[in-house]
């Protein structure tokens, strides 16, 4: 495939920074932790990393990606958190996120702008209805839950997520 270089080039670099955010902030993290709840939030880190692997996947099927989602039974379509679910292990939940990212990075490099002006799939709350505004959600929204994941790597006791 070949790479262009488009209006997308900021949000590519964003989700390539969050491809490497995305495995520093769930590094060590022990499956008892992950599974406990934070801050008051009903949510935990287990379920916001499948989350977030969940909805790469979306983009990832919006861009023509044809990867199966890794538990489409606990996180697809944006399903909440359940309550007495026995959800993955954190290996099982990272499994994969470097490769299938690298894939998905792969393909914004190579959407042209014609395409990103296409209408969007999904409604999200960006004003901009195309398949840029969507990405533009997405981007936003990995960076969103990967904040939320850095404030329970401290309440847990863990280091502070790197950047590096």
């Known amino acids: 495939m070949e790479t262009t270089t488009t209006s997308l080039q900021p949000l590519i670099e964003a989700f390539k920074l969050q491809t490497r955010l995305f495995i520093n902030v769930t590094k060590d993290i022990s499956d008892e932790h992950a599974k406990g709840s ?9 379920w916001i990393t499948g989350h977030l692997f969940s909805t790469r996947h979306m983009l990832a099927t919006v861009l023509g990606i044809t990867d199966r989602e890794p538990f489409p039974e606990f996180f697809e379509r944006g399903k909440g958190i359940q ?13 994969g996120w470097d490769e299938f990212g690298a894939k998905v990075i792969r393909r914004l490099e ?7 002006q296409a209408e969007a799939p999904v409604q999200t709350p960006i004003s901009e209805n195309t398949l840029r505004g969507f990405i533009t959600f997405i981007c936003h929204h990995e960076a969103y839950h990967i904040g939320q994941l850095s404030l329970a790597r401290r309440h847990f006791g863990y280091e502070a997520m790197s950047y590096a």
């Open 38 to 46: 934070f801050g008051g939030s009903p949510n935990n880190i287990a």
């Open 83 to 95: 309550e007495n679910m026995q959800y993955p292990s954190m290996d099982e939940l990272t499994a």
């Open 110 to 116: 190579s959407i042209s702008e014609d395409d990103l």
